[in-house]
């Protein structure tokens, strides 16, 4: 641990020491540095050490690495696929815009998208994995409730949008990197009215606003405008299109 400062300790009050412990965190890969109070007084019950603050502190940053990320593809990575997805690669050193990944059922979409978000995340990069089904389902289990997130705060989650006021110090502060959104199976749902629409907000609001994000899909751009609308696939296409090609993956295991 190094840079020691005398603090006032949360829990009696009393003098007590930060210091900032280097914590290797299986998740990322690497070490990160987190703060940790050491307190003598507190320290006689064993929930205030050291030792178990660095493990809780170590815990809290892999849940948040893991999270969205489905046990299965815990451990994907880009470099599974090779060689292949070089422009795919290639956009991840320098997210801008959109990039769609496309292709049949079983090339390995779903597990692509798992390992770019691990990947954003590993960096540092602000990263979101959504999955198209579990919007929706979300999205029914919001009407008529009034529990839990609305409409309108599941679509603006989705869309990135900032909501509230904006403090004094956010304004100071200036724009910040922007999260990169990755949206995984899209149009795989049944394709209401409804859903449609819900796609396209989002979709056209993280275009206006130029953020970056990946959409992957079974449908072609040429499927996605006659299955869902000519709006969609038109901003769908205004960034990267990539098709994912070979076996099914599930079967070749």
Known sequence: M??????????????????????????????????????????????????QQAEREKRKIDESIRDSIP?????????????DIKPILDWIKNPDGFLFIHGVCGTGKTHL????TMDFRRKGRASKLFKGSSIFLELRRSFGSNTGNGEM???????GKR????????YQSGPKEKAVH?????????????????????IDYRYAECLPTIFSS??????VSLAMSDRIASRMASGKVVE????DRRLSK
């Open 244 to 247: 994912l090609k070979g076996n």
């Open 163 to 170: 909501t509230g006021v904006m403090t004094v110090n956010e």
């Open 153 to 159: 705060d599941i679509i603006n989650r989705c869309c």
């Open 71 to 83: 046990e299965r593809y815990i451990e994907a990575r880009c470099m599974d696929f090779g060689s």
């Open 218 to 223: 079974n449908l072609s751009l040429k499927e």
């Open 2 to 51: 190094t840079d020691a400062k005398t603090v006032k300790c949360d829990t009696c009050g009393g003098p007590t020491t930060r210091r900032i412990m280097d914590l290797e965190v299986a998740s990322l890969g690497k070490v990160m540095r987190v703060p940790i109070i050491d307190c003598p007084k507190c320290s006689e019950n064993a929930d205030n050490g050291v030792a």
């Open 113 to 116: 998208s798992c390992a770019i």
């Open 182 to 202: 990755i949206f995984d199976d899209v149009g795989a749902q049944k394709l209401s009215d409804y859903v449609v629409e819900a796609w396209y907000d989002i």
